[in-house]
């Protein structure tokens, strides 16, 4: 896979770093691929709403097939979803999520933007979507990727036309595209972008249609294709030694935080795109036609493409080496080119050409993986020209062109050069997403103008190595990375960050109380330099006491934790608040916390983020203390429930018979089980006879799509894809004498406020007469729903399916939710 991870290298021209990620060495084939991209002079992008939406089949054949450039603008990071590999939800599933994008990106060859939209969770229809965005920003944000972009060709993944049949963010972002189409060519629209990027026209936009939106296959085949385009997008690629169905496979298969794993695929594909807009002939499946691709769309190419064409007709696979000559002829009649847009992206893939070419190596690695604001630090550099060609290192700068060192060294052929020197950070801010360095809406993040739309945040410390090749003044920017030697992995790279001289954490982000009792709470504050030393003090609501006041840390080295114990009581009424740590040393203070984010597939990276921990004062009662849980697609809900007493076992699926389960005083089985556990397909039986013999089971959440069984339940039960997203909506008592909203505590409309993101989800739509309805609920003009939560007795015990959003609930410290869900367990105790 390795040829693929260069393709984005060689596409980019933002200044945004892909951090922590190895040097790339390409072959001779891979070269020669990456030729082909230089000499193709067109653009497309694919527009959705989310990580995940992008046709990767489709972005692999415009990239890899048709050596266009291309994009995919996800509108949102994908922050309202679940995480399928780890804990992380929210803003720092976010964070996952943009670089499984990026990953996504560097193994089918294109590039990722973004909007500021905050993905909030399910919408049903553009029109709430566009309410809780700001339509205005996001469309500012959609238009300054097209212009800045500047695509020929734009391919939306959903209809514009059809709201309320898909999730609201899907519509909104094909509308929006549509508007967009219009607007990016007047200058009296977002005036600003335009006096930045100049205005553009896309020559077209399509719609990537498929038999899904037709309803079958059949009513597709029957359909009138007049106005749609097939293209073949199966083809094989020698130079890659992959398919472009094996290419989407691998690049889909990065979106891991939602268990998108896919096989390669081989042979004949096709792709349907329905023409929307622009001009473009009937029948023609060439979407660049009638668009100078080549060297002659630009003033003055023709010569450039009269040095480039015969390098590619004849390539040498032996020695790319023997082509530096005429790329560098090629680089500086490109570098003075009068068109500013191909005059960047042209030079970008033209100096990656030259370096790969030449076997050029060079980094600079920092003896530490942090510094400080305006510290002093050792970076080693490392110099190599793995050729003949005269090459000479001159000097090496800071990017703002205050020399580090001069040296005017000749590299001489394969021989490293290596050197170190103390460097000075000028960073006066510490590193993380730049979109969370300022708290945003509930609809949208906050960004800095010259950051809207980047990926991530460019990397705080970079170094120029000004080199001379062959008297030609060749510059080479490269960000400063720290290094280091695993004994299993082996050569690992991770990214140079500043960060602060110390942050804090409080471990338990939601911490119940539910009696009067006072609780010791840890708060551990980690040390960004040696001799780390000052006081902490814990921030707390009215009403809560907190107890030391103010005590003192001393951290010899920097790296090291030392944890202290406060003591805090609640206030004998329910309450709710935040528990800040305030760190303090000498005259600076201190209010982060350092949260590291670590996986295979991704960049090590660490995110600040404000450190507190939400606490909460319930009234609660319960009845039982023994749950057994049974693992569905991952939730924090064993450590919610601990939290107010219960003693919780996970079960793990071969351990679930009758004689384990038959002393717990409830069983609760986790979101999604019955779709992502395939041993339950056998299990009904045995919780059948739990709950006929006296027990409680709580059923979460499943979808109805790929269930394992459809016998869920001891009666009749038919999931649908009815929710309730508005996690304001009014909540109607359908049995308000039922024991489960009455014992042992009185659930009323109070219990729920304050829900998050959503009512809940994939509630039931047809039950047997057995089951008792307890909730009535809807969204906005949208008819009542009566699945959310749902009660039948069976022998001795009682059966339960919920839709309601405990899994979000809980873990955010929902007072009600709490009240209810202990109500529910302590049926038949």
């Known amino acids: 896979m390795r040829n693929l991870f260069t393709v984005l290298l060689l596409l980019s021209i933002s200044t945004t770093a892909c951090f922590a990620q190895q040097p790339q060495k390409p072959t001779a084939s891979e070269i020669y691929h990456d030729l082909q991209q230089l000499n193709f002079l067109g653009s497309a992008m694919y527009i959705a709403a989310h990580p995940d939406d992008e046709n990767t089949r489709l972005i692999s054949y415009l990239a890899n097939d048709v050596h266009a450039r291309t994009a995919y603008l996800s509108l949102t990071r994908g922050d309202g979803g679940q995480n399928l590999v780890g804990p992380e939800i929210r803003e720092l599933l976010g964070v996952i999520r943009t670089q499984e ?50 695509p020929d060709v734009i391919i939306n ?11 609201g963010h899907h519509t909104a972002s094909a509308m929006l595209s549509v508007e967009a189409f219009d607007l990016v060519n007047n200058p009296n629209s977002y005036p600003e972008t ?13 719609f990537n249609t498929s038999w899904w939106f037709y309803g079958s296959q059949e009513k597709f085949e029957q359909a009138d294709k007049t106005n749609l385009v097939e293209v073949q997008t199966g083809n094989y690629y020698p130079s890659l030694g992959l398919s472009n169905g094996e290419i989407a496979s691998l690049s889909r298969s990065m979106h891991k935080s939602q268990g998108f794993g896919a096989t390669g695929t081989r042979g004949n594909q096709n792709e349907w795109l329905e023409f929307l807009k622009g001009d473009f002939s009937e029948g023609n499946s ?39 000559r005429p790329l560098l002829q090629a680089y500086e009649l490109v570098k003075n080119i009068e068109d500013d847009h191909w005059c960047a992206i042209k030079t970008k893939q033209l100096e990656q050409l030259i370096i790969d070419c030449g076997g050029i190596f060079v980094e600079a690695i920092a003896q530490s993986n942090s510094i400080m604001p305006r510290e002093k630090y050792n970076v080693t550099f490392e110099a190599i020209s793995r050729n003949n060609f ?39 801010t510490t590193s993380g997403p730049y979109w969370l360095r300022e708290k945003g809406s509930l609809g949208m993040y906050k960004a800095p103008n010259n950051r809207i739309g980047e990926p991530e945040t460019m990397a705080p410390e970079q170094v120029v190595f000004n080199l001379t090749l062959s008297g030609v003044k060749f510059p080479i920017k490269r960000n400063i990375v720290y290094k280091y030697n695993d004994p299993v992995k082996g050569e690992v790279y991770q990214p140079l960050e500043v960060l602060p001289e ?6 338990e982000k939601v911490i119940i109380f539910s009696s009067k009792d006072e609780q010791n709470i840890p708060v551990t504050i980690k040390a960004g330099r040696d001799n780390a030393n000052g006081t902490v003090q814990l921030n707390h609501p009215k009403g809560w006491e907190v107890k030391p ?6 951290i010899a080295k920097k790296g090291d934790e030392q944890t202290i114990m406060f003591t805090v009581t609640p206030p004998k009424e329910q309450s709710e608040g935040y528990l800040r740590p305030l760190v303090s040393m000498g005259d600076q203070f201190f209010d982060k916390e350092l949260v590291t984010i670590d996986y295979e597939h991704i960049p090590y990276q660490r995110v600040l983020l404000p450190s507190e921990a939400k606490v909460v004062r319930i009234d609660i009662e319960k009845e039982g203390e023994s749950i057994g849980y049974i693992e569905g697609a991952g939730d924090a809900i064993p450590e919610s429930l601990r939290q107010i007493g219960y003693r919780v076992t996970t079960i793990p699926p071969s351990n679930i018979t009758y004689q384990n389960l038959k002393d717990f005083d409830a069983v609760v089985v986790g979101i999604r089980a019955y779709n992502t556990v395939p041993e339950l397909a056998f299990k009904q039986p045995v919780f059948n006879k739990y709950v006929q013999e006296g027990g409680t089971l709580l059923l979460q959440y499943n979808t109805s799509h790929r269930l394992v069984t459809e016998d869920i339940a001891p009666y009749s039960l038919s999931l649908s894809r009815d929710r309730v997203t508005d996690e304001f909506s009014d909540v109607t008592f359908l049995a308000p004498e039922h024991p489960v909203l009455n014992e042992p505590n009185e659930i009323t409309q109070a219990d729920f406020t304050g829900w998050v993101q959503e009512r809940g989800l994939y509630f039931p739509n047809q039950w047997a007469p057995k089951f008792v309805p307890i909730l009535g609920m809807h969204d906005k003009d949208a008819p009542e729903t009566k699945g959310s939560l749902l009660v039948a007795e069976y022998g001795k015990g009682n ?31």
Do not use: C
């Not at 110390?502 to 471990?507: E, G, K, Y």
């Open 286 to 324: 060439n979407l660049f036609e009638g668009i100078d691709t080549s060297w002659s769309r630009i003033e003055g190419g023709e010569t450039i493409g009269g040095i480039l064409y015969p390098l590619e007709d004849n390539f040498d696979f032996k020695d790319p080496s023997r082509m530096l």
């Open 502 to 507: 110390a942050t804090s954490s409080i471990p």
């Open 101 to 150: 994008l990026l990953a996504a990106r560097r193994t089918d060859g294109g590039q990722q933007f973004f909007t500021r939209a905050n993905d909030f969770g399910y919408s049903k229809t553009p029109d709430e979507t566009l309410d809780i965005w700001n339509k205005d920003e996001v469309l500012n944000d959609v238009v300054r990727a097209i212009r800045k972009f500047k």
């Open 194 to 206: 335009a006096n930045t990027f100049g205005t553009w026209q896309p020559k077209r936009l399509f």
């Open 549 to 554: 006041a103010q005590p003192s840390f001393n």
């Open 390 to 428: 005269p090459i000479a290192l001159e000097s090496i700068t800071y990017p703002s062109g205050k020399t580090i060192v001069t040296e005017n060294k000749t590299l001489a052929p394969n021989e490293k050069y290596t050197l170190e020197a103390t460097l000075y950070s000028e960073n006066t």
């Open 799 to 829: 059966y339960i399916y919920t839709g309601l959003s405990f899994f979000r609930e809980l873990p955010a410290g929902v007072a009600g939710a709490y009240r209810l869900f202990a109500n529910i367990l302590s049926l038949g105790n």
């Open 157 to 167: 993944r959903f209809d514009h036309r059809s709201p309320g049949s898909t999730h």
